[in-house]
Structure formats: structure tokens, C-alpha cells
């Protein structure tokens, strides 16, 4: 057990370059509107009295099936994505690899305590992943950001983008800061000749410890080639969906998330029909949600968002697909949408 885990608060330059951004104020990052973590009747005492208590249903009942991908050896030449549970999730796209907020170690807590993976959800593990050409890193929360994964990742990472602030912790666990690309919102990197990352707003929070938002939070905007992947974080709903659309859309793949909501912290996470909406905000062709299949962090049901999920882009016209953990995503040849978690 090793309190480096908890990361490294942002200090010298890093620091005063968090001290210059627009979303930097009165000694925290600010979201685009207003937003308080709990909402309604919320309470933390209520919430913590409530996950004492939760329903037998937020985990699944039988060992989850998925599909092992030979991540070495992807074959088309479109997009490939491969999702792994929760918001992790592997792209080959325009011959150069992309890993999203690797979660590997079984766990999305500190030193592995509570919040286990789903029993059949962690079939990949960091030995199964060729070179991985560009990591990126939405935020630094636990179920996104796992120390002891990106160490064994560190070997086969040649470029990392992440939000402003974020590296200090990346810095602290021994990467090398010349690979490290830390981006305030509408701030865009070219780590990889031909490819453009813009980190663009999301209405969340961060933190590893008691005090929150020192680090960034953000969602990516992916552009290579003449493909656009919009690379959602944790975000409540809000306007900046439908600012992104038209300043970047229309996108090929709108990744959002879609699970681990609840009325009392409605904010900073979507409820499944603002996912879709967010999706037509978006200009996406398609939605992959993701944010669920693997840990419980919520109430509901496990299987709830995805349902739900469903129903409204039945309603609204949208496409969806539905991997298994390790089925592939083919960007227009194959979009998986098996109904594999009733099975």
C-alpha cells in the first residue's frame, strides 16, 4: 500500500500556468456554468447511509461474457475501437494506437479497496497491448486514472495527453515530462504527425484526495485523417455539448458516458437521455456509451443506463452500438448491437 497513489498536487511552473487559465479561479477549476456536486435532497451522510444499503441488482448475477481481440494484430484500415468496460477503451485509427483512461487492476479506489470490477470484465490486461502510440487521460479520478495500470503501461507509452494539471501526478510516478502533453480547454496538441487533440470543456470535477479541482477535467476531440471521435469524460449535461458540435462536428463517433447517475449528484454526470441528447448536440453519426459494465458507483441498476440508453435514441432517431468488453468497432463496416447484457 503506497500513499503515492494519491498523486501529486500541481506545484512551480505547472502551477503558475493553472494560475493563467480563463477556468482557474478563487484557488479551484471552475465548470462553464454553475454547478454544486450534490443536487436536490443529496447529502453525503444520505449517500454513503444509501451504498450501505444498495440493491442486489447494481452488480450483475452471472460472470459478464466478452471477446478476446488480438489488439496486436487489428486488420482494417478504418477506426477500430475496442472497449474494455466503464471508460476504457483502445483505438487503432490511421495505423497509430490510442488508449482512453486504462483501468486494469480490478479496482477504481486506492490501494484496490472496494470497487471491484464486474467478474468477467477485466479479460484484458496490460500485456495484451501492442505499443501504444498516444495514452490519453480525461481526468484524475480513480475509475479513470489507475496508478498501478499506467505504471505497467509505461514501458509501451511513447506520448500522453492529458488536462492541465494532471501531469503532476504522471510527473511524480516517474514518466517523463517531455512526453507529456497537458491542455487547457480549446488548447490542441499534435503528439502524432497527422493527428490533432483538442481538450474541449466537460462538467465534472477532480481530485485524488479531501481537496477537489486542482487538476483539469476534460473531453478530447480526436481528428485524424478525415475521422472525428469525440472522446467524452465524465460531464453533466450542458451547453457546451452543442458548442463543440458546431465548432467540430460533425463526428464520425460521439464516446459518452452513460452510467453511474443519480438525481441527488445530477450535475456532473448525465442521466442516459441527456447521453443522447448530448450525442445530437454533438453531430455524432454514432454513439458508443460507455461509463458502465464494470464498476458500480451508483444505485441503479448495472444494466439500467444502457437500457435506457436505447429507448430514447429509438425514440430520436440515433444510432448506437453496443460491444461486448472486447468486441471490435469497425468505423462504417461494423457496429455492433447484440442486446448482450439480457442474454
Not at 454553475?34 to 442486489?56: A, H, W
Not at 503532476?168 to 499534435?190: C, K, M, P, Q, R
Request: glycine letters at 8%; hydrophobic letters at 40%.
Amino acid at each position: 500500500m503506497s500513499l503515492k497513489t494519491f498523486g501529486k498536487k500541481p506545484a512551480g511552473k505547472r502551477l503558475q500556468k493553472i494560475y493563467q487559465s480563463p477556468n482557474y479561479k478563487d484557488g479551484s477549476f471552475k465548470n462553464l456554468s454553475r454547478t454544486v456536486m450534490m443536487t436536490g435532497d443529496g447529502s453525503m451522510v444520505k449517500t454513503m447511509i444509501e451504498f450501505l444499503n444498495k440493491p442486489k441488482n447494481t452488480t450483475p448475477d452471472k460472470k459478464l461474457p466478452s471477446v478476446l481481440t488480438d489488439l496486436k494484430n487489428i486488420k482494417s484500415d478504418n477506426p477500430t475501437l475496442v472497449w474494455f468496460g466503464h471508460s476504457s477503451y483502445f483505438i487503432k485509427i490511421e495505423g497509430k494506437t490510442i488508449l482512453v483512461d486504462p483501468v486494469f487492476s480490478g479496482s477504481a479506489a486506492p490501494f484496490g479497496l472496494g470497487v471491484k470490477s464486474f467478474d468477467g470484465s477485466d479479460v484484458y490486461k496490460v500485456e495484451d497491448f501492442p505499443e501504444i502510440d498516444l495514452l490519453i487521460l480525461t481526468h484524475d479520478h480513480y475509475d479513470h486514472l489507475d496508478l498501478e495500470t499506467v505504471l505497467k503501461l509505461k514501458p509501451k507509452v511513447k506520448q500522453i495527453v492529458t488536462s492541465l494539471g494532471v501531469g503532476s501526478h504522471l510527473s511524480y510516478w516517474g514518466f517523463n515530462e517531455e512526453i507529456v502533453h497537458e491542455l487547457d480547454w480549446w488548447e490542441t496538441a499534435d503528439p502524432l504527425k497527422g493527428f490533432s487533440i483538442t481538450a474541449a470543456p466537460a462538467r465534472h470535477f477532480s481530485g485524488r484526495g479531501i481537496k477537489r479541482a486542482q487538476t483539469l477535467w476534460s473531453s478530447f476531440v480526436l481528428q485524424a485523417g478525415n475521422w472525428r471521435i469525440y472522446i467524452g469524460a465524465d460531464s453533466g449535461y450542458d451547453t457546451h455539448f452543442k458548442q463543440i458540435g458546431e465548432k467540430f462536428g460533425p463526428f464520425d463517433l460521439a464516446i459518452l458516458e452513460s452510467g453511474q447517475y443519480n438525481l441527488k449528484w445530477a450535475a456532473i454526470h448525465m442521466l442516459p437521455e441527456q447521453t443522447v441528447q448530448a450525442s445530437i448536440d454533438l453531430n455524432a453519426k454514432v454513439l458508443l456509451p460507455v461509463h458502465w459494465g464494470k464498476f458500480t458507483l451508483a444505485l441503479h441498476a448495472w444494466d439500467e443506463p444502457i437500457e435506457r440508453v436505447l429507448k430514447e435514441a429509438e425514440k430520436l432517431a440515433l444510432k448506437v452500438t453496443t460491444p461486448l468488453i472486447g468486441e471490435p468497432i469497425v468505423l462504417e463496416e461494423s457496429y455492433p448491437d447484440k442486446t448482450w447484457w439480457r442474454l
